[in-house]
């Protein structure tokens, strides 16, 4: 239903050195239809799993409320609870991962980074009748395994959720 390419860094550019494409077959749109999942589905995905993504993907800076602004904009819009320490909250949480959902599944997907993310186009490279998942400003691997984590997450929820409704 997909294909990872290109996972190769290169030492040739100093920006977008880590990129990588998802060939998205005519199979996987036709598994997102049949899986009934919904944005409102990947968002609680998203929701459910953002800290330990995040975490295990190296993103668990933590900051003062009393140092940084970000902090305090979080701490009193947004009543976050403190997570370590008497004063210490996370600087990445679940916003910093997003993933807009169309009619192919994923059709961003941003991680934490300078616009950094995968884009759906039809791009070179595409299998006949499909999409690629094109890369935009990855420039780490901490970076390439969250997108990877994000991505195959749904693959597996879009698995899932096909399977059962098929019994």
Request: with cysteine; charged share 20%.
């Amino acid at each position: 239903m997909y294909h990872i390419q290109y996972l190769c860094p290169r030492t040739d550019i100093a920006m977008g050195r880590c990129g990588f494409a998802i060939a998205l077959f005519p199979a996987w749109k036709n598994a997102v239809a049949a899986s009934g999942l919904t944005q409102d589905d990947i968002d609680q995905l998203i929701k459910n799993c953002h800290r330990a993504w995040l975490d295990g993907c190296g993103y668990n800076g933590m900051i003062d409320p009393d140092e940084d602004p970000r902090a305090r904009w979080e701490h009193e819009k947004l009543g976050k609870e403190q997570t370590f320490g008497p004063n210490a909250y996370h600087l990445y949480w679940e916003h910093d991962i997003r993933v807009a959902w169309g009619e192919w599944g994923p059709e961003h997907i941003i991680v934490p980074g300078n616009a950094c993310g995968l884009d759906l186009d039809n791009g070179l490279g595409r299998p006949k009748g499909g999409k690629m998942l094109q890369p935009h400003n990855i420039d780490s691997y901490g970076q390439v395994i969250l997108l990877l984590t994000v991505f195959t997450s749904i693959a597996d929820h879009l698995v899932d959720f096909g399977y059962d409704k098929k019994g």
